[in-house]
C-alpha cells in the first residue's frame, strides 16, 4: 500500500485512532460506526494542502462551494441511520467527495449514492475506486428524485440541507426504513424519519449547518 493511503504524520492510522477516542467522548456509541471511521483514511477524500487537518473536527472545503462534514456530524448520521441494526440498502443523496459514502460501505450491504456535480463525481470515483469498496455506486443525477430504479432503501442520508422533505425519497424509503436528513435554510435540524407499519414518524434533533439542496444536475 502506498503511504498516501497509510498516511503520516498528522494522516496516520494514529491521528485517525485519536479521531475516534474524540468522537466516543463526543457521545458516538456505536462500534460498527467507530470501527468504519476507524478503518476508513479520511485524508485521501481532502486534497493534499488541507489533507494534514482531515481528522480535526472541522468541516472543510472539497471544491466547487461544497464542503465534507466534521466527522462528528459523519459518525453521528451514521449512527443515527443504523439503530444498532444491519443495514441492507442505502441511498445517499449528495456523494461530494465521496467520504460518507466510503464509510456507509462499512455498514450497509450495498451503497447507492448520488451526486448533481458532474465534476465532483469524477474525483469521488477516483478516490472510492483507491479504496476497492465494491459494494458502492456512485450516480450523477438529482438527488431530489432519488433513484427509483434501486429502491426501496431502509436507510436514505441526505447531505445537503432541504427545506422540505423531497415526497419521492419518502415513497423509496421501506418500511421500517429511517431517513436522515438536515432541514431548514438559515437555521437547519437534523430530522430523523422512521416509515413505520402506521406511517411515517419524525423527529427533529440537533441543529447543524449543511451546504443547500439544489435542484437539477450541473
Ligand atoms: N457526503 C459528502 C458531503 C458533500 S456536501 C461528503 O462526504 O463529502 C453535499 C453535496 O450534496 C454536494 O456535493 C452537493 O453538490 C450535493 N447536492 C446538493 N444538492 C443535490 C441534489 N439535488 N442531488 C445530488 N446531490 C446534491
Redesign the pocket.
Known amino acids: 500500500m502506498s503511504t498516501r493511503h497509510t498516511g503520516i504524520g498528522m494522516t496516520s492510522q494514529r491521528t485517525r485512532a485519536r479521531m475516534v477516542e474524540r468522537l466516543r467522548q463526543l457521545g458516538i456509541k456505536d462500534e460498527v460506526v467507530l470501527a468504519a471511521l476507524n478503518a476508513i483514511p479520511r485524508h485521501i ?1 481532502i486534497e493534499e494542502a488541507l489533507s494534514s487537518r482531515a481528522y480535526e473536527e472541522i468541516s472543510l472545503p ?1 471544491g ?1 462551494g ?4 466534521n466527522p462528528y456530524i ?1 459518525a453521528r448520521m451514521s449512527e443515527l441511520l443504523r439503530a444498532g441494526g444491519e443495514l441492507h440498502k442505502v441511498l ?10 466510503a ?1 456507509l460501505s462499512r455498514i450497509a450491504k450495498e451503497v447507492y ?5 458532474a465534476p ?1 463525481l469524477a474525483k ?1 470515483r477516483v478516490s472510492l475506486r483507491e479504496l476497492r469498496l465494491p459494494n458502492v455506486r456512485l450516480k450523477h ?4 428524485m432519488g433513484l427509483p430504479e434501486a429502491g426501496p432503501f431502509d436507510g436514505i ?4 440541507a432541504a427545506t422540505h422533505v423531497p415526497p419521492e425519497l419518502l415513497q423509496q424509503l421501506a418500511e421500517g426504513g429511517r431517513m436522515i436528513l438536515p432541514i431548514g435554510s438559515a437555521e437547519q435540524r437534523l430530522r430523523l424519519i422512521e416509515r413505520t407499519a402506521d406511517g411515517l414518524v419524525e423527529t427533529d434533533l440537533e441543529p447543524v449547518k ?8 450541473s
Request: aromatic content about 10%.
Open positions: 477524500f472539497i466547487f461544497q464542503t465534507i462534514s459523519v445517499e443523496i449528495g456523494t461530494g467527495c465521496g467520504y460518507q459514502a464509510v449514492s448520488v451526486e448533481r456535480i465532483l469521488a443525477a438529482d438527488g431530489c442520508i441526505m447531505a445537503a449543511f451546504v443547500p439542496l439544489m435542484q437539477g444536475v
